[in-house]
């Protein structure tokens, strides 16, 4: 029998703490108008000391699983991407894992930039639909507010923090994720990059006094990429589909910057009423942006049942790609639960376990531990 790959739910993390065009110019030389006039961004969300990126990953999966009826320890895997992750390692899905208490669920991150949250979401569904595992959460997530340089205006009035999650289910009735295309031209790694604190780049004290921990971006160059393959993967994906553009209710695209997506719908003879944007609120937020145009969508009814939808996006790699599905939403037979309990109840269990590592490794000799 067939399997399919439905998206059941959906959810958010957005923080409190709004930055707007106004505050920004108090920081950096630039001005709302120039903002809005070349980005269509007029504020975005910061995240407070206390949240990071696994922090609002967690939250925007609670509130998927709920909309789902899934409990925590139904999920069999975590796909976190994102391009501002807790660390290098360990990923940010095993913390995820550990707040949500998915005790069954194996975790791995995606890194490829803002086309990330599309990537991971293929990848799940291709696990699902192989048979190799049933229920899936895939989260985009970041605190990109942490790595951008409040300096440099070329970069900081573009991004935003914020989490969206998707809940795949496994089903033997047709629809859920249908195709996706997935594009990497890594001759522009350089044009957008994180170049300090990895391996070429080990951090030091001369990389943070050059500011190479931050994000660096040369813009022009991103902006005439991103304009080519937005409508050209989205043709793609929808070739690949067997459909037309005419059988597609709504293009879901990386919020990155209104012009852009302007002349993505001009390359596709679409109407800018066929694209979701929440930019103007929420900034750039990277692998999340895309789950969280999806989930205001879905709460405004703009995202039915049955509907076609494209979730198209580009990034730092250079990357890009697109995923048409088929829009399932709440299974009806779906049971009520309550994973906050179980966050709880997770909370618990990880001290426990980290006591119990504790007391192990000092009164156990490496004899003991089969070293
Ligand atoms: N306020 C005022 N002036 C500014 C600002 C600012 N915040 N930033 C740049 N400028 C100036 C520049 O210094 C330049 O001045 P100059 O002509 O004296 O040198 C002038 O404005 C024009 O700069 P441009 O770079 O030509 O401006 P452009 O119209 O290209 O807009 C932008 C810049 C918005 C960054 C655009 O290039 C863009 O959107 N690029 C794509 C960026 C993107 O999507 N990045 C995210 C990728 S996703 C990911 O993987 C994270």
Redesign the pocket.
């Known amino acids: 029998m067939s399997r399919y790959a439905h998206i059941t739910g959906w959810g958010v993390a957005l923080p409190e703490h709004v930055l707007t065009n106004k505050d920004l110019e108090q920081m950096?030389?630039?001005?709302d108008e120039?903002?809005v006039s070349?980005?269509g961004i007029r504020e975005r969300r910061i995240a407070s000391p206390d949240q990071t990126t696994a922090s609002l990953g967690a939250d925007a999966a609670v509130e998927a699983l709920k909309v789902a009826g899934l409990k925590p320890t139904d999920v069999d895997l975590i796909i976190v991407a994102s391009?501002s992750p807790e660390h290098i390692f360990p990923a940010t899905a095993c913390i995820v894992q550990d707040i949500i208490g998915a005790t069954r669920a194996g975790a791995f991150d995606i890194s490829a930039?803002?086309s990330g949250f599309i990537f991971a979401l293929n990848m799940a569904a291709q696990a699902i639909r192989t048979g190799s595992i049933n229920n899936a959460v895939v989260i985009g997530a970041e605190t990109l507010s942490r790595i951008v340089n409040w300096q440099d205006?070329?970069t900081c009035?573009?991004?935003g923090d914020g989490a969206g999650a998707f809940v795949l289910q496994a089903s033997g009735e047709p629809g859920g994720v249908l195709e996706a295309v997935m594009h990497a031209d890594g001759s522009g790694a350089d044009v957008?990059s994180l170049p300090a604190g990895g391996s070429k780049l080990p951090t030091s004290a001369d990389t943070v006094a050059h500011g190479l921990h931050y994000?660096h971006?040369d813009?022009?160059p991103?902006?005439r990429f991103?304009t080519r393959v937005m409508a050209e993967a989205t043709q793609e994906v929808v070739a690949k589909a067997g459909l037309t553009l005419d059988d597609i209710d709504l293009i879901v695209p990386?919020q990155?910057?209104y012009?852009?997506l302007e002349v993505a719908a001009r390359g596709l003879k679409m109407p800018m009423d066929k694209f979701m944007v929440n930019l103007d609120r929420y900034g750039?937020t990277?692998t999340a942006s895309i789950p969280i145009a999806a989930a205001e969508a879905a709460e405004k009814g703009r995202l039915r049942r049955g509907d076609k939808v494209v979730l198209v996006g580009?990034?730092?790699g250079l990357t890009y790609g697109a995923l048409l599905a088929e829009w399932t939403g709440p299974l009806p037979d779906r049971p009520e639960v309550n994973p906050e309990r179980y966050r709880l109840w997770a909370k618990v269990r990880s001290t426990g376990l980290r006591l119990k590592r504790k007391v192990l490794s000092q009164t156990l000799g490496e004899d003991k531990l089969g070293g």
């Not at 950096?28 to 001005?31: A, G, H, L």
């Open positions: 950096v030389d630039t001005s120039w903002i070349r980005t391009s930039a803002c205006r070329n009035i573009l991004f957008l994000v971006m813009g022009r991103v902006f991103a990386h990155a910057n012009r852009i750039n990277s580009f990034g730092g």
